[in-house]
């Protein structure tokens, strides 16, 4: 896990995030399969979700922490239920709680974001697959030290295999429940998502046909939802799928590259799965000089320079499961994939770029 405080002037990586005593829920009831859990925050707004392996039907109740009116929503029975809130209070807490057919979340809290904050104090995991007794060691730590943080970005690599539901509950969403049900979410796709694939080979031309991932299915998110752009008061953030391709005439490198060109805030961060610059295994190349894997070539031969061009500050990555930072050209580049899956060494591969790896 990694935490970063992004101030006016200034871009520090930090360590942070909170905890919150909550009543104890009906000894009977049980946990929903994924969630509550947290997406799209903003000053006024919060996007609550709960997804299940089975239709229920359930109820959510909330109020502003500091006084003010109860709420209530009713939804019918189905697997998937998102309840967007608006016109919250900016800068504020409040409890929720969500039930229904012997399915209990327990008193939950979230923070909305300040309208104008001094800083943007947020943390960046990636990479949380396969081991979820250490995910959840780290999810807890983020929940009980961070008290401060605002939301969470998600460098990829959820479960082992995003095409698996069950793995999403048990390498990702129950491990991780306390801090999914307060830490809002900007989620990256990874390749163990199982979005899309392209032939290994070059050139990487053919994709499946068949979208059998549940991420689609469990994220509500902005734009096509493989690649969206987040804008706040200080901070433009632009999440990329790095398994779809990135080169020039392609629609991502057209899209990042119009966004990119367009009025910004004062700091740009851009996070997507493949990391450009490491020192792990995955930084490997090929006799050629290129690197074995398409997506990390893509990514340094055409966002790399994009990235230069138009002064992004701050990318984010995972895949290598590593914590490494860097700096090419003025940008910063981290790799923060050490949220469960097993640990790779460090110096697999050439970086002079590196600053600190561990």
């Not at 790799?335 to 640990?343: D, Q, R, Y």
Request: hydrophobic letters at 35%; glycine letters at 8%.
């Amino acid at each position: 896990m990694t935490s970063f405080s992004c101030r006016r002037s200034i871009v520090l990586c930090l360590i942070c995030a909170g905890s919150f005593l909550l009543p104890a829920s009906a000894e009977a009831a049980e946990s929903f399969d994924c969630g509550p859990f947290l997406l799209q925050p903003g000053p006024t707004t919060m996007t609550i979700v709960i997804d299940h392996g089975s239709p229920v039907a359930v109820r959510l109740r909330w109020r502003e922490e500091a006084g003010g009116g109860k709420h209530s929503e009713r939804q019918v029975a189905a697997r998937h239920h998102m309840f967007t809130l608006t016109d919250l209070r900016p800068d504020s807490d409040y409890r929720y709680r969500i039930d229904g057919d012997g399915f209990d979340s327990g008193e939950r809290t979230f923070h909305t974001l300040p309208v104008a904050p001094r800083e943007y104090r947020f943390l960046a995991v990636g990479d949380v697959r396969t081991h979820p007794d250490d995910w959840r060691r780290v999810a807890q730590r983020m929940h009980e030290n961070e008290p401060e943080a605002l939301f969470v970005v998600g460098t990829g690599d959820y479960p082992s295999d995003g095409r698996q539901y069950d793995q999403w509950i048990t390498q990702f969403f129950d491990p991780g429940r306390d801090m999914l049900a307060r830490l809002p979410i900007w989620p990256a796709i990874g390749n163990h998502e199982r979005t899309r694939q392209y032939v290994s080979a070059p050139p990487p031309d053919a994709v499946i046909e068949e979208e059998e991932s549940h991420y689609f299915s469990l994220f509500e998110l902005p734009g096509n939802e493989r690649w969206y752009r987040v804008d706040y008061q200080y901070l433009t953030l632009l999440v990329i799928d790095s398994n779809s391709k990135m080169e020039p005439g392609h629609e991502q490198y057209e899209w990042v590259r119009e966004q990119l060109r367009s009025p910004r805030k004062r700091f740009t961060l851009a996070a997507f799965h493949h990391d450009p610059i490491t020192s792990g295994p995955h930084g490997r190349r090929l006799e050629d000089g290129t690197f074995r894997e398409w997506p990390v070539d893509q990514a340094r031969r055409f966002l790399m320079p994009l990235f230069e061009m138009y002064g992004v500050d701050l990318v984010l990555n995972g895949h290598d499961h590593l914590y490494e930072r860097s700096q090419v050209n003025g940008v910063y580049y981290v790799v923060t994939g050490g949220g469960g899956a097993p640990l790779y060494a460090i110096n697999e591969s050439e970086n002079p770029h590196q600053q600190v790896a561990v």
